[in-house]
């Protein structure tokens, strides 16, 4: 099974704002990055994935199984990590361990155990006394400790502080090392995946923009700064977006070669961050 998660064609519909023939795949193994401004359709694309929305058309598999026959199978090997509190606030760990555990057929008490003492978690504190970090932290240790596959994480480094993210992304470096889990992680904080991506996910306005390895975008997308006198109507299509300053102009292409032929070494051209790439294809519109 290449991949854990499988969208094809799939739209979800509301009053003023729809996700559009999402086709998304995410391959085992690895950690996708799912990035896009707030609004673009993340949150609705992982609540698709987990099956608390349906959509209005196309399909979605999960291990290569859809919601409608397997819903139970598929929910076992899922572990999902919010941003807040999903858990009763008056609840400690030990009672949310002795409601949750019972639910899932892999429970593994020990590694629960493990992870909490890992973590540096109190058992007995109720989880409203949690900072955002340690509820984080107990939110990653459920989700551990029955041996999902799968890790689902909606923007889980918001509202962190810098140190707790660096620890965090370390921590999810490091479950990654034996080959068994998938993570896809949604966050709108693009530096995060610099770090720990190896595929990007890009969506927009409810479309997905792209879908490639962070390699390849690296390859792919580029910022080419120059003087203002080389830009004409011609040369501007080989670019996404142009931004013109008193000093020059800075534009995206994801066209490396057209630029080269078009300008010679008349421009500089620089890697694109993930957030030069948000910003510019949010104010851009292909000319391809």
């Known amino acids: 099974m290449e991949n ?4 094809t064609n799939v ?26 401004a707030n609004g673009a359709g993340k949150s609705t694309t992982i609540k698709m994935m987990m099956n608390l929305l349906r959509p209005d058309a196309g399909e979605i598999k999960l291990f290569g199984l859809d919601y409608m026959k397997h819903e139970k199978a598929i929910k076992e090997r899922i572990g999902f990590v919010y941003d807040g509190n999903v858990f009763f606030e008056g609840l400690n760990l030990k009672d949310i361990k002795r409601i949750v555990a019972p639910a899932y057929k892999h429970w593994d008490d020990t590694l629960f155990y493990q992870f909490i003492e890992k973590f ?19 939110s990653l ?44 992680f949604s966050t709108h904080i693009t530096t995060d995946l610099d770090r720990i991506a190896d595929y990007i996910a ?4 409810g479309e997905l923009v792209f879908n490639q390895s962070i390699h390849d975008v690296a390859e ?3 910022l080419v700064k120059g003087g203002l006198d080389l830009l004409d109507r011609d040369t501007e299509k080989a670019f996404i977006h142009v931004h013109r300053a008193s000093t020059g102009f800075e534009a995206l292409t994801d066209n490396i070669k057209a630029v080269k ?6 421009v500089a051209i620089d890697r694109a961050s993930l957030e030069d790439i948000m910003y510019y294809l949010k104010g851009g519109i292909h000319h391809v």
């Open 4 to 7: 854990v998660v499988e969208f």
């Open 11 to 36: 739209t979800k519909k509301f009053k003023d704002f729809s996700v559009k023939k999402i086709d998304l795949q995410v391959k085992q193994g690895f950690v996708t990055g799912f990035i896009g």
């Open 120 to 138: 540096e978690l109190p058992l007995n504190k109720a989880m409203k006394t949690f900072s955002k970090g340690m509820q984080m932290k107990a």
């Open 141 to 184: 240790a459920v989700a551990l400790s029955h041996h999902a596959e799968l890790i689902i994480m909606d923007e889980p480094t918001a509202g962190l502080d810098p140190i707790f993210r660096r620890e965090l992304l370390d921590l999810l470096q490091e479950l990654m090392i034996d080959g068994n889990r998938t993570i896809f």
């Open 202 to 205: 890009f969506i927009q306005g």
């Open 220 to 222: 792919n997308y580029a």
């Open 261 to 266: 032929n078009i300008f010679g070494d008349s």
